[in-house]
């Protein structure tokens, strides 16, 4: 439901499983089993300014106390895996760890200015959890994420692939009386790190030989199975739909087949991966016979038109051209299906 591209499940994606399970199962046994030890884990910058707690700034960054917080924070974890997909899980740890520190600089800067201007002392009741990088994430995902209509309603408004992802975060936003500091250091964080100002991707980053070690540790741990279908058979009202969607179906699963059977070769001996092999179009595949891979291209129907904003929405998201072609051709012309493919693999 809330998924915006991307195949469903934790495929490729050990950090964001991590992270969400560790902190969610850790915030439900304070909860429910140690309410007394809460104390230790709650977001106090006032503690950390006049006694010098500075072991808060991790403590209370890391664990929500709120389980309302916790559950929305898990969904958006869940639907920002797809860049743990396309950045590598090294890159995503990164860019969570440099947030993370930036928002906790940003976060003393508003806390001064709420008290410098408005009288407001907010820094011993900010939310405590690993919030600020998961408003961070909002920056990407605005920036890279396509954004898809799926329904028109009171004339210029409309729902968009990436509506309840919005309307998730606004539950977040507004589910605290300070929340909006953390978020706007988040949001602010998330901005400087993404476009990459003053080279803090160089300095706040996951050194390699750390990203190795936690492979190799906690990677088999958090590791999930490819998905086994991407795509649930659909459900017409007639047998004549229900067999065209079936059929479309086991299109989009011969072409994931087909994709990962290239994939050893492409490893192997390098350079691009030759799509129009690999995804024949989608409406002569019904009626030939694709298993003779000696028929030459010239014998082939000539290239499906691709939209140019298809192609540009693709190239956003930091595809080559080349790629994005092949893949809207292959796709039939269906954004979602091509953004899958090339995010994905």
């Known amino acids: 439901m809330f998924t915006s591209t991307g195949s469903s499940g934790l495929y490729k994606a050990p950090l964001s499983k991590g992270l969400l399970l560790v ?19 709650v977001y106090d910058l006032q503690a950390v300014k006049d006694d010098f707690q500075i072991w808060r700034l991790i403590c209370g960054r890391i664990i929500c106390l709120d389980l309302k917080d916790t559950f929305c924070s898990s969904l958006l974890i869940y639907n920002f895996r797809i860049f743990e997909r396309r950045y590598g899980s090294r890159k995503f740890a990164s860019f969570l760890l440099g947030s993370w520190v930036l928002s906790a600089l940003a976060d003393f800067v508003l806390v001064e200015a709420v008290w410098y201007f408005f009288g407001i002392a907010a820094a011993g009741n900010l939310p405590s959890g690993f919030l600020a990088p998961v408003f961070a994430l909002f920056v990407p995902f605005y920036c ?5 209509q ?73 590791s999930s199975a490819e998905p086994a279908t991407e795509a649930r058979i659909g459900m017409g009202a007639t047998v004549d739909i229900q067999r065209q969607q079936r059929m479309e179906l086991l299109d ?31 409406r002569q595949r019904r009626n030939i016979n694709y298993q003779d891979g000696r028929r030459s291209e010239q014998q082939a129907s000539p290239p499906l038109e691709v939209s140019e904003e298809q192609v540009a929405r693709l190239m956003e998201m930091g595809f080559s051209r080349g790629d994005a072609l092949e893949a809207l051709r292959a796709s039939n012309n269906d954004l979602n299906v091509a953004t899958n493919f090339l995010l994905q693999h």
Request: proline share 6%.
């Open 252 to 282: 989009r699963q011969l072409m994931l087949s087909q994709f990962a059977q290239v994939r050893q070769q492409r490893q192997q001996q390098g350079g691009m991966i030759n799509w129009n092999r690999l995804f024949p179009p989608l």
């Open 150 to 222: 799926v329904a028109q309603i009171l004339g210029p408004l409309s729902i968009t692939n990436k509506t309840l992802i919005y309307i998730l975060g606004l539950q977040l936003f507004t589910s605290g009386s300070y929340i909006w500091i953390v978020a706007i250091s988040g949001l602010a964080s998330g901005i400087c790190y993404n476009s990459q100002v003053f080279r803090l991707h160089q300095v706040l980053c996951i050194p390699k030989w750390v990203a190795q070690f936690f492979s190799w540790t906690l990677e088999p741990i958090f």
């Open 23 to 41: 902190p969610s199962a850790l915030s439900l046994l304070l909860a429910l089993l140690l309410p007394h030890c809460q104390r230790f884990f």
């Open 144 to 148: 890279s994420i396509p954004r898809i």
